[in-house]
């Protein structure tokens, strides 16, 4: 995993009442460092920001557990965590544990937890559009293109 702290901004405590439109227009971008001269430094960031990584940390704990599970294959055990991927054939549960495991080791190496997130977020879409009847219309096809009048 990147060491996150690298690539923080970084301000002294004294900018928070001096500058504190450009501080909080950094942390808005990303985390900033804020040092002190009397205690360890502190990280500010958007709730937004500290959201998306608690849920990144919550997917983290149901993907480690899967993986050290020994019983099944990978989307069996995930399946058991994410109740919401039953409603996927067992192929797309395959592709779907796959691809959510690539998503997490990205987001893991680059400190981006909306790459994860937005993974776990498509694919949970897409079971709840499959759960509600989407997609088992048949598609008909044209076998020439139609022009259609301009709105």
Same mark, same amino acid.
């Given at each position: 995993?990147?060491?996150?702290?690298?690539?923080? $901004?970084?301000?002294?405590?004294?900018?928070?009442? $001096?500058?504190?439109?450009?501080?909080?227009?950094?942390?808005?971008?990303?985390?900033?460092?804020?040092?002190?001269?009397?205690?360890?430094?502190?990280?500010?960031?958007?709730? $937004?920001?500290?959201?998306?990584?608690?849920?990144?940390?919550?997917?983290?704990?149901?993907?480690?557990?899967?993986?050290?599970?020994?019983?099944?294959?990978?989307?069996? !055990?995930?399946?058991?965590?994410?109740?919401?991927?039953?409603?996927?054939?067992?192929?797309? !549960?395959?592709?779907?544990?796959?691809?959510?495991? !690539?998503?997490?080791?990205?987001?893991?190496?680059?400190?981006?937890?909306?790459?994860?997130?937005?993974?776990?977020?498509?694919?949970?879409?897409?079971?709840?559009?499959?759960?509600?009847?989407?997609?088992?219309?048949?598609?008909?096809?044209?076998?020439?293109?139609?022009?259609?009048? !301009?709105?």
């Amino acid at each position: 995993m990147s060491d996150m702290t690298s690539a923080l $901004r970084t301000f002294q405590s004294s900018a928070l009442s $001096r500058h504190s439109a450009e501080v909080f227009a950094a942390a808005d971008a990303g985390p900033v460092e804020v040092t002190r001269r009397d205690g360890d430094s502190l990280v500010l960031m958007s709730s $937004r920001l500290a959201e998306a990584n608690d849920h990144l940390l919550e997917f983290a704990a149901q993907l480690i557990a899967a993986t050290t599970d020994d019983r099944g294959t990978l989307a069996d !055990r995930l399946s058991e965590r994410l109740d919401w991927m039953l409603a996927l054939t067992p192929e797309d !549960r395959d592709i779907c544990a796959a691809a959510l495991v !690539r998503a997490a080791r990205a987001s893991f190496s680059t400190g981006q937890s909306h790459l994860a997130l937005a993974e776990l977020a498509s694919w949970r879409s897409t079971a709840t559009a499959l759960a509600q009847g989407l997609g088992n219309d048949e598609v008909d096809w044209l076998d020439e293109p139609e022009k259609v009048a !301009r709105p």
